[in-house]
């Protein structure tokens, strides 16, 4: 009797130990969701969306694994902890790569800003030379209409740059230049038909 009793207890204590013995790595979380934090707060949704979904994604099936484990009368966090010390590295790294790709595309801003007024310094002197027929006036219209949007447009990028939005400009300035490329090709073709008339 007194060896049951004995061996009852001892259960219990094994069974007790086993389940305490696997604890929730809360500190690696927190420090995993932190690092997701800064990750954020450099705007790593704008710069590298992918990377950062998939960080945001791993992270969430990590707190579904944990939160099976903690369900379970026998815990085990040591697959979670691996993953999480894992996802720290790859966290912190975006991070760095955010600043990265940011100065990237700042000076991707820079560069088309400079192209673009080109091209619409350019775009002027051709307006100028562009013919004037019944059909070229109205034409032209339209192409003078479509510059000082152009204009309107590199404008406000450089309010966005300046407010540092660099992804928001670089769409919008990209844009722009494509219309003043499109308007560029289309006054050189009029002004070479009537050209190759003489």
């Given amino acids: ?32 969701n932190a690092a997701i ?21 791993s992270m969430k099936t990590i707190n579904a694994d944990v939160e099976v484990q903690k369900s379970k ?3 085990k966090f040591g697959p979670a902890k ?39 310094e350019e775009n002027a002197k051709l307006f100028k030379k562009a013919p004037r027929g019944k059909e070229g006036a109205a034409v032209l ?18 309010g966005i740059y300046d407010k540092g939005a660099y992804m928001d400009a670089l769409n919008k300035i990209k844009a722009a230049k494509e219309r003043a490329t499109g308007i560029n090709t289309e006054l050189k073709d009029a002004i070479a038909k009537v050209k190759g008339r003489r």
């Fill in 73 to 75: 009368l026998f815990k």
């Fill in 37 to 57: 934090d800064s990750a954020a707060k450099v705007e790593a949704g704008i710069y590298l969306p992918t990377e950062f979904a998939a960080v945001q994604d």
């Fill in 1 to 32: 009797m007194k060896n049951k009793v004995l061996m009852g207890l001892a259960a219990i204590v094994m069974v007790a130990f086993l389940s305490s013995c696997g604890k929730v790595p809360q500190e690696q979380i927190n420090a995993v």
């Fill in 141 to 158: 219209e339209q192409i003078k209409t479509e510059m000082a949007t152009i204009d309107a447009s590199v404008v406000e990028a450089q």
């Fill in 82 to 120: 691996i993953k999480l010390e894992a996802l720290l590295v790859q966290t912190k790294q975006l991070v760095a790569n955010t600043a990265t790709k940011k100065e990237e595309v700042k000076k991707e801003v820079e560069t088309t800003m400079t192209d673009i007024k080109a091209i619409i």
